[in-house]
């Protein structure tokens, strides 16, 4: 999945600077310029946060707040129409919308779906071309190179390759006498989820891979090698050397993976556009259409506070229960040490 | 003084800088396209017309005028159907209209209008807007005044493959609904696919809907639920059950719940190719499907047309005609000019040069004779006998209540909806507006 904009979590062993630092014993009270000193330090540091609070405030925080304002009210977009006030009647009407819990449920199956099925083929991956194949670095560039495309390319490209009629995907199977099987990838409303899950694996289990593989790289050879002399088999030298130490790395990309799976809307635009009949549909999407297609924004701006939320709870509780051991300092640790 | 141990001073001071120097190169390259020369009118000029035939016809209307007028610079800027919509609502809603562009009227304009980012062009027109035919001119007629004019207008029906039909051996084009029935049960039977539909772009699906509706509970029946916002009638729920009749066949193109219109495999390239033997559709059908293939041919002579038919039992006439145009509407903030150009455009010698590309049906009064394809001769006698008119529904209504027409035609298509539920969905869309 992909990473979120603003790349806030810190990897595993990075120090931050102290937010709340102790006094420091200072000289004598008479002492006048080293007092100064500390002031002048302060101000030259809130002079060079300014440009950044600014932009953040600018940006992030102020836009949040004018979308919490207006989903409290039923408003078509326009600057001059008047804003109808609501209270949490979009939020009320959210919760009650078929359309918005089947987005709820489909973006948990991705998820999932993602935790299991791509992650580990990921992992799998990497722990192959950690070994000393031939032509190991050509397959790690190879299954890198999809995560370049943007996703729109790769959203267009397999357009083409699910295409009933003339899609590469239809050859393919015909060439095994599957061709029936291969016409609906996209226009079944039972399998077109698992058929968008298909170009997000292809899309981002590359970037997976390569955060798996640096990983690995700071695995000391000496404790694998350890175990393998203390009689351990392959499996048991990865299930217990390898994969703890690993740790970090598959916490953070199971972060990076959720979130991005709870804010994906590219691929599945461009790929379906939520359809057929909504079967395909994800949060993102239904607020554009009702944002941008109805009219209807301030039940659009409704579904980005709720995206919004989720994200943040998520993010939150998982860097305060799961993350604890790899981050100091993180905000919901702030104080403790 | 204090400094964090692994980040100097120096390098501090050198990152912040470049961070504002790149903030500063971002705002100085998104700058808009304000200003230009004094005393030159600039035209912003957004249109759908991104492909063949009409993309150079009107790039030539333009380079004319501005030839002709030295004071005017058009900016044209041409965008696919969908693209087009979404540009047009971020600019609209931020006050910030283009100049000319594409409107198909009824109740999208009329929240433009009520916004205020349309102007009244009533007055400026009124010396040559007699020359427009009436019908046409309705959809873009706002209580009484005018805010756009139409250069095509035309009625959806059946486009069908002549060979097709010989082939499964249906002599006539069917009159009533139970007929048409009869000819996919026939067409099926030879092997062919009888419908081609672009269940992804949902509009398409729409049009079924609709010319059931106007079939079975006439013209009224839609002015009646524009008024009250009320679909949950008899006729409606009739017009679903109908179509439902025709789903359960599975009449359509393999795929084709993911099919695009004008997609290289989509509905129209489906026609065009003989993959299917008919589709319902506007005027424009036959242009599209030619650009879908790869001689840009088309049928060509064994292409035909047919009105939707009549419904048993309905109170519809047969020549109520379901369709809609396309026109141009003028931003708030248009300069003078583009009145002008509006007029150059719609003078009669240019509608004559437009219609005989066969892409549209002019609505100036005199351009009827220029018309060459046989097809679109049917298609603007059939309009011109027209007893009533509908405009598409999803531009009639408001946008909300026109997208969950779409949406639920869409969930009827795909059969996870009855008839009586579609119409309680969108019956409480058009309610809560």
């Known amino acids: 999945m992909n990473p979120p904009a603003l790349a806030d979590e810190l990897p595993a062993g990075h120090r931050p600077t102290e937010t709340a630092s102790p006094a420091k014993p200072g000289p004598a009270p008479g002492a006048r310029s080293p007092r100064r000193g500390r002031g002048r330090d302060r101000w030259i540091g809130v002079i060079f946060i300014t440009p950044a609070l600014i932009l953040f405030v600018g940006l992030v ?148 891979m390569i955060l798996y593989l640096a990983g690995r790289q700071n695995i000391p050879k000496e404790l694998t090698e350890a175990a393998t002399v203390d009689g351990a088999s392959p499996w048991q030298v990865f299930r217990s050397v390898t994969l703890p130490l690993l740790g970090p790395t598959i916490r953070i990309s199971i972060f990076l993976s959720v979130i991005g799976a709870i804010q994906l809307f590219d691929m599945v635009w461009v790929l379906t556009r939520g359809g057929p009949a909504h079967a395909s549909e994800v949060m993102a999407v239904t ?45 919901t640790v702030m104080g403790r040490k | 003084m204090t400094t964090p141990p692994y980040l100097s001073r120096r390098s501090f001071l050198g990152l912040t800088g470049a961070a504002a120097g790149a903030v500063l190169l971002g705002a100085c390259s998104s700058g808009g396209s304000g200003g230009g020369e004094p005393g030159v009118q600039e035209i912003d000029w957004w249109h759908i ?55 198909w009227g009824g109740g999208v304009l009329r929240e433009q209008v009520q916004a205020g980012v349309v102007k009244d062009i009533t007055d400026a027109v009124s010396g040559w807007v007699g020359n427009i035919i009436p019908a046409a001119l309705g959809p873009y007629t ?31 084009p069917p009159a009533t609904w139970s007929e048409l029935l009869a000819a996919v049960d026939a067409l099926k039977e030879a092997g062919i696919v009888p419908i081609a539909l672009a269940g992804a772009d949902k509009w398409p699906a729409h049009f079924w809907w609709s010319y059931l509706a106007i079939r079975i509970g006439g013209l009224e029946l839609l002015a009646q639920a524009e008024a009250d ?56 059908a036959p242009a599209v499907q030619a650009a879908n293939t790869p001689d840009e041919k088309g049928l060509g002579d064994k292409l035909g047309f047919f009105p939707f038919p009549t ?29 002008d150009f509006l007029k150059y455009f719609l003078d009669v010698e240019q509608q004559r040069r437009a219609a005989e590309t066969g892409a549209i049906l002019p609505t100036v009064k005199g351009a009827e004779d220029a018309i060459k394809d046989p097809n679109a001769k ?37 059969g996870n909806k009855s008839p009586a539920e579609i119409v309680q969905d969108i019956t409480a869309t058009a309610q809560n507006q």
């Open chain 1, 61 to 208: 925080l102020g836009p949040i707040g004018i979308a919490a304002y207006t989903s409290l009210f039923k408003w078509n977009g326009y600057v001059t129409a008047p804003m109808q006030y609501v209270g949490l009647g979009n939020f009320t009407r959210l919760f009650q919308d078929q359309i918005f819990i089947g987005d709820l449920k489909r973006g948990f199956i991705l998820i999932v779906l993602s935790l299991v099925v791509q992650l580990p083929a990921a992992l799998g991956l990497a722990m192959l071309l950690n070994q000393p194949l031939k032509g190991r670095t050509f397959y790690r560039l190879l299954f890198f190179a999809p995560y370049v495309l943007s996703e729109v390319t790769t959203g267009v490209l397999f357009l083409l390759v699910f295409s009933p009629n003339r899609g590469m995907a239809k050859e393919v199977f015909g060439w095994v006498g599957l061709e029936d099987l291969a016409v609906n990838w996209l226009s079944d409303q039972r399998i077109v989820l698992y058929s968008v899950f298909v170009v997000i694996s292809w899309k981002y289990f590359g970037f997976h």
């Open chain 1, 287 to 331: 607020l554009f259409e009702y944002g941008f297609r109805r009219f209807e924004v301030g039940y659009a701006t409704a579904i980005s506070i709720v995206m919004f939320l989720i994200c943040l709870v998520f993010a939150l509780l998982y860097q305060r229960y799961v993350l604890r051991r790899d981050i100091e300092g993180a905000i």
């Open chain 2, 49 to 103: 017309q991104n492909g063949e035939p009409l993309k150079p016809v009107w790039q030539e209307f333009a380079d004319e005028f501005m030839a002709a007028n030295s004071g005017v610079k058009i900016n044209i800027t041409d965008r696919e159907n969908e693209a087009f919509k979404a540009a047009l609502t971020t600019a609209t809603q931020a006050g910030n209209p283009p100049d000319l562009f594409q409107s």
């Open chain 2, 142 to 172: 706002i209580d009484g005044r005018i805010y756009g004019i139409p250069w095509d207008v035309g009625m959806v029906g059946f486009w069908y493959n002549k060979d097709h039909f010989a082939q499964a051996g249906i002599t006539s």
């Open chain 2, 229 to 284: 916002g009320d679909f949950n009638k008899p006729d409606f729920i009739r017009a679903g059950e109908e179509f439902k009749r025709l789903i359960d066949k599975e009449p359509f193109q393999p795929g084709f719940l993911a099919a695009g219109y004008g997609a290289p495999d989509g509905q129209a390239a489906a026609v065009g190719n003989g993959q299917a033997a008919m589709e319902l559709m506007g005027q424009w």
């Open chain 2, 311 to 339: 419904v048993e039992g309905g109170k519809g006439k047969s020549t109520d005609v379901f369709g809609g145009g396309n026109g141009f509407a003028v931003g708030r903030d248009a300069p003078d000019a583009t009145l």
């Open chain 2, 378 to 414: 049917v298609v603007a006698e059939t309009f011109a006998q027209a007893t009533g008119f509908q405009l598409y529904l999803d531009q009639a209504f408001p946008p909300a209540v026109g997208t969950q027409v779409n949406d639920s035609v869409a969930e009827l298509v795909a």
